[in-house]
């Protein structure tokens, strides 16, 4: 180890031998003895220059041992070896030095012991030990070397210990010698002054300090910062040139000042090398948003977009006008990305801000020409708007109103449409021709969202600008269907005589006019155009199930004219091509059987035949019930008895269970058993008070109590009737009348009342408590009062009220998520149900409501059915289950195929969940940019469908937040909370976006001292 007091050692050995010199006076035996005792103190000096420390300790310990009295070789002694204490380590060196200041206060080597202290901690770099020993005795001597390197050590031990004043007053002194420590002194006098912005002395001391090759690294990392804040950027671009060609490491602010400088100057290519390394070391997201811009642009005008983007979306992080700029410049490196996406984000937020109204007026066409080019055609209309408003007559403008014309013509938002061509006009035939389609389109929709009156009110104004001769052909042929419908059935005539004989639609609505004519009971006409329907339908390929509908509707109109054999040979011809309505054609041929009257045995076979093949079915109650009829008719009344009892065991909840009660107790009474006719009168009673059956049963139980059979509760049944039928019928139908009005009249909430009002005084179980019942639940729904409307529809007891009210029930029960409580209701629907429609709702129902409690092998088996039915009205529906099971089961390509597949040909509702889903399937994957591009064809091809675009929207911006890019996905965000019109979505991407500042907060690593 080398000594820290190699020359204050020095100087005691010269004081020694001096003092030797002056001792000659003494006597003989007098110098032997100082003879030994400076021979053995000048060993001790010898040993200690040499830095034995060790071995000069022992021999200063043995001469003051030997020697020493109180003369000053002994205080000396006792100097050293607390210093070579202090060399050694030893624990008591301290406390010994400070002994030697106390014991000897005015001692010189005393001054000397606290600096011997400090410059001891300096050494081991222990500086506040060292300061608070400089510290005892701060007064330094600047002639004397030994001073002058213990006043350095005091001045580095105050700057390390922040206390840079009194730092920099040594500083200032020392640096003006020429002594070893006189450069670096320079160095941190620059550097404090640096530090206090005196730019012009730091720059003259830091300059000095260059001729120090030990210190002038540590000039190079700050005097190119001191040039940069005097502005003299020359001097700084040489001195950090000069550095770099010397392998020197520039601190991260020399490299970003000098990229700036280049950056200024527009040598983007040596700006773009600074602004690298600077990146190399601080991380993007830590850097200040004009920094930002400008490595951004920098990488821009040098070829590299792709890295110009993150550093551009940290600028665009703002409401100023630079992150107008900032994202204007975004948008435009995104389109040379081709990432279409981004660019729409970033040229809505620069088009937002309005700091610059040239940038402003950039970024507003930018973004109406991209919103064209990605096919949102929608919002290409609204943006068009806001542009001619803000910027009238610039020389976009002939430009804008194109894409404003030609979007309103692609635009899936056809509302929007229409009213935009309804208050600017319709002036050529391009417009005329779009408005058309536009209507038809919304027609279309209306339809498929089972809106008959809108599709209708579409369907007529499409018919304002007949440009188009299929169009208009084809909204004919669909005002014919809707018409049919809901039951308007002249209307539907009417509009399917408007097809011409050479339209494609000239067939199909052969059809629909046989079926209107049908529904009308002008069976004659029904069976001429029925049979114009078969004969074309075959020769132009038309579907094999809709040919074989139309022989069987055909077969029943010449039931309706009574022509039976022709009947009959009708429904053999539609089971021959291939009708599926097996049960009700038999039940129709057993019906013409028994209306011929020539073969009952065979119209009883066949009754007997479709109740035993087909009991599940709506029909076979029927035929055991004509079965009874046929067999009382014969006065076989025991057999008859056979018939209803089968319906009455079996069939509960049919039409014909108390005609069955009440039929069987006439064939009871006929046959002698008066104890069980008068059960089956009781139980007519106790079942439809209010029936006219009731009636019936009341009438018989009287007239069997008075022919002796004696009926001990007559008077209690009799009660019974009274209280369910306390007014007249026709009374009752009065106050029902007047209570219904306002349901008719679609005021809703006087309706609430008045038909609560007539249910009071109303008997339960009559058939105008059914009727007002089923329409207080419709006004409920209607209402959204969704537990009230299916409390009102449970109250309906008789059929065929019944079949809808339970449709009702189960699709109320499936918007209130009650899934289990759906799927009874469905099921019990399926026993009852008599109509298409209804069966149809069954298997749609349950198809809803097994995927949603995870049955997915019972969901698929109903969506199967859908399929193979080819309910056309639900198939979409069925195939987007079929694809969401695929989903739940991780079969993705599945899913992918079939989720694509949907959303192209479904233009309803159904397609832009498919679209959605599709997206959905893609993030699952990972796939995110594929995921960002599916979801965006949500509000390209499904602009009506709100919920879904919103949903879409936030699915995106999750995309984007897990490629972390937090940018994008807050103008995602921010897109949302300005545009959705739905408030739930609004409130989800507020507190998403409250997520992302958090997210952005705990992953942006917290900058250091220097890069601040």
Known sequence: MISHFKNIKIDLLTSCLVLLLFSNNLSAQESLYYSDNVKLFNKAIVLYNENNFSAARREFELFESKHCGEDEKCVEAHFYIAVCNLELQHPEAKSQIESFVNTYPVHPLSVKAYKVLGSYYFEKGEYEKALA?????????????????????????????????????????????????????????????????????SIKDLEKSLSDKEISTYTYSILPLAYYALGQEDKMLALVKDAKSKGIHLPTDALLFTGKVYYTKK??????????????????????????????????????????????????????????IAAYDLGAVSIELNQKDKALLAFEKSRKLSFNKEIQKQASYNFIKVQFELGLYTQVGDACELFLFDFPDSEYDSEVHEYLQISYVNSGDYNKALEVFDRIGVNNEETKQAYQEAAFNKAVENANDNNAR?????????????????????????????????????????????????????????????????????????????????????????????????????????????????????????????????????????????????????????????????????????????????????????EAISQFTKVISRYEKTNVYVPSLLKRALCYKLEGELDNAETDYKNVIDTAPTSKFAEAAITSLQGLNASGHVISDMAL?????????????????????????????????????????????????????????????????????????????????????????????????????????????????????????????????????????????????????????????????????????????????????SFDAIANKANSQIGAEAQYLLGKTFRVMENYNESTKALIEVQKNYASYSEWINKAYLLIAENYI???????????????????????????????????????????????????
């Open 454 to 638: 809108g599709a209708i009110d579409m369907l007529l104004k499409s018919q304002k600008y007949p440009m188009s001769d299929e169009i208009y052909d084809a909204s004919n042929f669909w005002l014919g269907e809707t018409y049919t419908s809901i039951s308007q059935l002249d209307s539907a005539i009417t509009a399917y005589d408007e097809v011409p004989n050479d339209s494609k639609f000239h067939v199909a609505s052969l059809f629909g006019r046989g079926y209107a004519f049908y529904a009308k009971q002008e069976y004659q006409l029904g069976i001429d155009y029925f049979t114009k329907y078969i004969n074309l339908g075959r020769k132009e390929k038309e579907a094999r199930e809709k040919v074989a509908e139309a022989v069987l509707r055909r077969a029943d109109c010449y039931f309706g004219i009574s022509n039976y054999h022709v009947a009959q040979r009708s429904y053999d011809m539609a089971i021959s091509a291939g009708s599926k309505d097996v049960a009700y054609i038999n039940y129709q041929k057993a019906q013409t059987y028994r209306a011929l009257g020539s073969n009952n045995d065979e119209a009883f076979r066949m009754y007997q035949q479709v109740g035993e093949k087909y009991g599940e079915t709506p029909f076979a109650p029927l035929s055991y019930f004509q079965s009874g009829l046929m067999m009382a008719e014969a006065d076989r009344n025991g």
């Open 717 to 897: 049944y009799r009660h019974k009737f009274d209280e369910a039928n306390p007014m007249s019928t026709a009374t009752l139908q009065g106050d029902f009348e007047m209570a219904i009005k306002p349901f008719q009249e679609k005021n809703y909430d006087q309706a609430i009342i008045s038909l609560n009002d007539f249910l009071v005084k109303a008997p339960v179980n009559s058939s105008v408590a059914d009727e007002a019942n089923q329409a207080l639940g419709i006004t409920y729904k209607i209402k959204d009062q969704k537990e009230l409307a299916i409390a009102s529809f449970q109250k309906v007891n008789g059929m065929p009220l019944k079949e809808k009210a339970l449709r009702y029930i189960g699709e109320l029960q499936l918007m209130l998520e009650k899934y289990d409580d759906a799927i009874v209701t469905f099921v019990e629907l399926e026993k009852v149900a008599i109509r298409k429609t209804s069966k149809w709702a069954v298997y749609v129902g349950l198809m809803k409501a097994e995927f949603q409690v995870k049955d997915y092998s019972a969901c698929k088996a109903y969506a199967t059915k859908i399929i193979d039915q080819n309910i056309k009205r639900y198939v979409f529906e069925a195939e987007l289950y079929l694809a969401k099971i695929d989903l739940e089961e991780k079969k993705y390509t599945n899913a992918l195929t």
């Open 267 to 324: 040598d983007y290519a040596t700006a773009l090398i600074y602004f690298n390394d600077y990146l190399a070391e601080v991380p993007v997201q830590v850097i200040d948003r004009n920094t930002a811009y400008q490595i951004g642009f920098t990488n821009y005008k040098e070829g590299f977009p792709e890295k110009a983007v993150q550093p551009l979306s940290v600028a665009s992080d703002g409401n100023d006008e630079l992150a107008q």
């Open 962 to 1012: 897990s490629l972390n890019d937090l940018f994008q996905a807050k103008a995602t965000l921010e897109s949302i909370i300005s545009g959705s019109d739905i408030p739930e979505y609004k409130v989800q991407a507020a507190q998403r976006l409250k997520d992302i500042e958090q997210l952005k907060t705990n992953s942006t690593p917290t900058p250091t001292k220097e890069n601040q």
């Open 133 to 201: 020993a400089f510290d005892k005795d701060p007064y330094f001597d600047f002639y004397d070397d030994d001073d002058i390197k213990i006043a350095y050590q005091a001045a580095y031990s105050n700057f390390d210990q922040g206390k840079t004043k009194e730092a920099n007053k040594l500083f200032q002194v020392l640096k003006k010698g020429t002594h070893p420590y006189a450069l670096k002194s320079s160095y941190y006098a620059g550097y404090i002054e640096y530090d206090q912005k005196e730019y012009e002395q």
